[in-house]
């Protein structure tokens, strides 16, 4: 039966992320193609990014950013909720301290904002609406599926990768990107890489089938290669290079973070000032409106670099280029612009690659050869990438991928992780943590993971001596109420549970006016809120008790539903109380006094929600000697004494459930009470003297 449980999960994981990776790749194709027809109809009739003119000074392209920016962010404000977070940077909060929520129209609205934006020439890249887009589709899926929250974050992750794999034709690069984009430091969400990479594999296959396979971010870049250690010289500089531009970037985009927030312009209107001020950029450098790599791939190609301009010229207009891209772009991501910052940081490692071979030409002439200056370029793209996103394996994976340069993979590695060495103190996402030991996402880790693996069956208690039939009568109940707390009735009828009893139920059933020995246990009892089988684990078990408010679940048999006995919520504390003391005895022997108690007040913190306050407890005791001859009435027993009496116990008339509130106590009587934990303190004691179970 295990392993039909855990074939019924991966079944149903598998099946989520292959329809999360159809959703997001049908997604990310018509968000491409959105693109791609607005870049065509608006911008791309009035400017030519690829083209290496500059001082382009006309009101189309002063304006259309602006107007872009304008009707973007009145969509965004009136039908979005604001968040603190910005790009894909929504995704990491979302994982880290937002329970995986996304909501799914905000996600599409905003995607539908970044197309317009970028059709009307704005700085900002398609990754991030894509990405959040796909992260949506995830958890709502899971929603659906009734997951739990750490189940949401996996599909977060698989979502957000099926989204990147697919827009930027890179399946495994996405899973890397979406598994690493949430940690400063190089970790890996594992127990998200196989739903992301089923998810961005299935992205990636419905994308391309309608628009055909083999296409790259770049093209001619197959045949290049790493041809020797007299490169690496090369390399490393330009990983110094790609540093510097994150840097730069990450500084552009604080200040007009800094700046937009101080001109406390409406939510509408700053995309629109952040566009004009784009597109005054754009008409002095109009490359910077390039959202498809043309001028990247036309720099690579050499195509407008043979002519009477000398390689410093080239080399100085690489370089305001990526100045110009920093600042466009940090202008629109500072003012909560729809889109991502991805796809320019692609752009401007490309560009930063061709600005550092353009400098060595021009200073050292023919010191490079020419097949070193155009894998600079593609290098540059991932070193760039490395150091803003922090993401060095994604960043060697992506563009592998996205320009099919395998014969790089050397320089890559070696710019990617000199890069993000040198610049990750600079990253450009505030939200992301140092790993998953400061995630809120993996509090209690090593909790859940022993609840993952414990069974029911290993916690059970069987059997359960605590039964009753329909038919049974209250005083018939009260009178097998044993000395201990929260004794709670299972109702069988025939070998099934059908109903608990709890000390809850039998209380409200003695204060009832009219209440006699006719009622019932069927009258009484509350439907048992859901039934566990012994292969069941806990952690699943956990959220039933959560879910119900219950104290302790029926377990039945794998077939059949037979009663077998029950699961407690004490139970499970208790085991975890013991697995932890153990690992407290170790930490005592291995670690400072210190760390071990750091610990300690760590798992009790952690315990604290599996525990619930006891209401107070069951005993049976002789009435106070004051308060014989009294009736209950006349001593108002439960404000002086802090106790519920339930039943008493007489020597001639049997058991009284419940009891009449007008009979005068005896001497021989024997009180059935609930001491209420909160006056056990407060209170004298029924006899007197010390208490007694």
């Known amino acids: 039966m295990q392993l039909g449980v855990a074939g019924s999960r991966l079944g149903r994981m598998i099946l989520l992320s292959v329809a999360t990776g159809v959703a997001a790749g049908l997604a990310a194709k018509a968000l491409e193609t959105g693109v791609q027809v607005g870049v065509d109809g608006v911008i791309g009739r009035v400017v030519r990014p690829s083209a290496p003119d500059v001082l382009e000074f006309k009101g189309s392209v002063l304006l259309l950013p602006a107007l872009g920016g304008l009707l973007a962010g009145l969509v965004v404000a009136a039908c979005c909720r604001r968040t603190r977070a910005h790009g894909t940077a929504v995704l990491i909060e979302a994982f880290h301290r937002e329970r995986a929520e996304l909501p799914l129209g905000d996600a599409l609205v905003k995607a539908a904002a970044a197309a317009l934006l970028i059709a009307f020439g704005a700085s900002v890249g398609k990754e991030a609406p894509i990405a959040v887009l796909g992260a949506a589709i995830g958890t709502a899926g899971a929603g659906l599926a009734g997951m739990t929250p750490r189940e949401r974050r996996i599909f977060l992750i698989a979502g957000c990768a099926a989204g990147v794999g697919a827009v930027f034709q890179c399946p495994l690069g996405g899973a890397v990107f979406a598994t690493t984009v949430l940690y400063r430091e190089p970790e890996i969400e594992g127990d998200a890489l196989m739903p992301s990479i089923i998810a961005s594999v299935t992205s990636y296959s419905t994308f391309m089938a309608f628009g055909g396979y083999g296409h790259r971010l770049l093209t001619g870049t197959e045949a290049l290669a790493f041809r020797g250690p007299e490169e690496l010289a090369a390399y490393g500089g330009l990983a110094i290079v790609c540093a510097g531009v994150g840097m730069l970037f990450c500084f552009c985009l604080r200040v007009f973070g800094r700046f937009w927030s101080r001109t406390r312009l409406p939510r509408a209107l700053s995309p629109a000032a952040a566009g004009l001020f784009c597109g005054l950029v754009a008409c002095g450098l109009p490359q910077i409106m390039d959202p498809r790599y043309e001028f990247v791939q036309r720099a690579l190609d050499g195509a407008f670099l043979e002519g009477s301009r000398p390689w410093l010229w080239w080399a100085v207009l690489f370089s305001l280029v990526v100045l110009a891209k920093c600042v466009a772009t940090a202008a629109m991501m500072g003012a909560e612009s729809a889109g991502g910052l991805f796809g320019p940081v692609v752009f401007m490692g490309g560009t930063a690659g061709a600005a550092a071979g353009a400098f060595v030409e021009a200073f050292f002439p023919g010191a490079f050869p020419e097949t070193l200056r155009e894998s600079l370029i593609p290098v540059g793209m991932a070193g760039v990438l490395s150091a803003s996103l922090r993401t060095p394996l994604a960043a060697i994976v992506m563009v592998t991928e996205m320009t099919g340069s395998y014969g790089l993979i050397v320089p890559l590695m070696l710019v990617s992780v000199l890069a993000y060495i040198l610049g990750r103190p600079w990253g450009v996402y505030a939200e992301q943590v140092n790993g998953p030991h400061e995630s809120p996402a993996h509090a209690g880790e090593s909790v859940v993971s022993l609840l993952e693996?414990?069974?029911?069956?290993?916690?059970?208690?069987?059997?359960?001596?605590?039964?009753?039939?329909?038919?049974?009568?209250?005083?018939?109940?009260?009178?097998?109420?044993?000395?201990?707390?929260?004794?709670?009735?299972?109702?069988?009828?025939?070998?099934?549970?059908?109903?608990?009893?709890?000390?809850?139920?039998?209380?409200?059933?003695?204060?009832?006016?009219?209440?006699?020995?006719?009622?019932?246990?069927?009258?009484?009892?509350?439907?048992?809120?859901?039934?566990?089988?012994?292969?069941?684990?806990?952690?699943?078990?956990?959220?039933?008790?959560?879910?119900?408010?219950?104290?302790?679940?029926?377990?039945?048999?794998?077939?059949?539903?037979?009663?077998?006995?029950?699961?407690?919520?004490?139970?499970?504390?208790?085991?975890?109380?013991?697995?932890?003391?153990?690992?407290?005895?170790?930490?005592?022997?291995?670690?400072?006094?210190?760390?071990?108690?750091?610990?300690?007040?760590?798992?009790?913190?952690?315990?604290?929600?599996?525990?619930?306050?006891?209401?107070?407890?069951?005993?049976?005791?002789?009435?106070?000697?004051?308060?014989?001859?009294?009736?209950?009435?006349?001593?108002?027993?439960?404000?002086?004494?802090?106790?519920?009496?339930?039943?008493?116990?007489?020597?001639?008339?049997?058991?009284?459930?419940?009891?009449?509130?007008?009979?005068?106590?005896?001497?021989?009587?024997?009180?059935?009470?609930?001491?209420?934990?909160?006056?056990?303190?407060?209170?004298?004691?029924?006899?007197?003297?010390?208490?007694?179970?």
Not at 462 to 479: I, K, M, N, Q, Y
Not at 516 to 530: E, F, G, H, K, R
Not at 616 to 629: D, F, H, I, Q, S
Request: proline share 10%; aromatic share 4%; net charge negative.
């Open 453 to 693: 693996n414990w069974k029911v069956r290993e916690f059970m208690e069987a059997p359960w001596p605590h039964v009753a039939s329909p038919g049974d009568t209250l005083p018939a109940l009260v009178s097998r109420i044993p000395a201990v707390e929260h004794p709670t009735f299972v109702v069988l009828e025939g070998e099934r549970p059908v109903g608990l009893v709890s000390m809850r139920d039998v209380a409200r059933a003695i204060d009832l006016k009219h209440a006699s020995s006719v009622i019932i246990a069927a009258d009484l009892m509350s439907p048992p809120p859901q039934v566990v089988r012994p292969g069941d684990d806990l952690y699943g078990t956990l959220e039933l008790f959560r879910g119900h408010g219950a104290e302790l679940l029926p377990v039945v048999e794998e077939k059949g539903g037979r009663f077998l006995g029950v699961l407690a919520r004490q139970e499970i504390l208790r085991g975890l109380r013991e697995r932890f003391s153990e690992q407290r005895s170790h930490l005592l022997r291995e670690h400072a006094g210190l760390a071990a108690l750091a610990r300690e007040g760590y798992i009790e913190t952690l315990l604290s929600e599996l525990a619930v306050p006891p209401e107070g407890k069951v005993e049976r005791r002789p009435p106070p000697p004051e308060a014989v001859g009294r009736t209950l009435r006349e001593t108002g027993f439960r404000g002086r004494y802090g106790c519920h009496v339930i039943a008493v116990e007489t020597a001639a008339e049997g058991t009284l459930a419940p009891p009449d509130p007008d009979r005068p106590l005896r001497a021989d009587d024997v009180l059935v009470v609930i001491v209420e934990r909160r006056a056990e303190e407060a209170v004298p004691p029924l006899d007197g003297g010390a208490r007694t179970s």
